[in-house]
């Protein structure tokens, strides 16, 4: 059971650049999210998904596209790279609403030139 | 969503408690008190959940006074991989975590 898998652990993007982040799980989790962490800062939260073929924007969605086509699978679109993108992405899975049982993955480090 | 108030930063010896308060003064009725612990380069760890009273797990007590505005998360006898920032989150339903900065906790030998 690998919990929440993030790839690629660490990027570095040239301004204008665009790239997808990966996100997948497997505890069949409905509800699937993407945070940012800036230097010093709590996560805030990008994009939103509470099943297949449902999402929505989060605090900070702006410069970010996301689809669900499958439960597994979350990914995070950057659609033209810069540097105030420059963040650690963390993906987050749970079974239900609330607060409880959320399991984020460990990160993607991404920085942008 | 409740806002939450909690120290930036503590410091503590090994194996001694800390004590972590966080303050959430316009917490709703059906909202519930979460604390999640971030290592460094890690994604955060749900720790434990309440709401009202005391909650014990194998990591870590909650207290929650009567009034709810305020909780305390509670580490017994902490070691060095304690050290750690720690989250106090106020909520209910929500789809959306709400974080703030935090307390960073330094655990000193």
């Known amino acids: 059971n690998a919990g929440v898998t993030q790839t690629p652990k660490f990027q570095v993007l040239k301004t204008g650049q665009s790239m997808t982040l990966q996100c997948a799980q497997d505890m069949n989790h409905e509800y699937m999210s993407w945070y940012r962490q800036d230097p010093g800062m709590g996560l805030r939260l990008i994009h939103y998904s509470v099943g297949a073929g449902i999402t929505d924007q989060g605090e900070v969605p702006n410069g970010y596209n996301v689809s669900r086509s499958t439960t597994e699978d979350f990914p995070l679109r950057l659609l033209s790279a810069a540097p105030s993108q420059t963040s650690v992405y963390f993906c987050?899975?749970?079974?239900?609403?609330?607060?409880?049982?959320?399991?984020f993955g460990s990160g993607t480090r991404l920085t942008v030139v | 969503l409740a806002k939450t108030t909690q120290p930036i930063s503590m410091d503590s010896y090994e194996g001694q408690e800390v004590n972590i308060t966080c303050s959430h003064n316009n917490i709703a009725t059906n909202d519930y008190i979460t604390w999640y612990q971030q290592f460094p380069s890690q994604g955060p760890r749900f720790i434990i959940q309440?709401?009202?009273t005391k909650v014990t797990n194998e990591v870590a007590s909650l207290f929650i006074p009567a009034d709810r505005k305020s909780s305390t998360l509670s580490l017994p006898r902490v070691s060095l991989s304690d050290t750690a920032v720690y989250y106090c989150?106020?909520?209910?339903?929500?789809?959306?975590?709400?974080f703030g900065k935090g307390t960073k906790l330094s655990v000193i030998p």
């Open positions: 309440g709401y009202k």
């Open positions: 987050a899975s749970s079974s239900g609403t609330g607060f409880y049982g959320y399991t």
């Open positions: 989150l106020v909520g209910a339903g929500s789809y959306q975590l709400t």
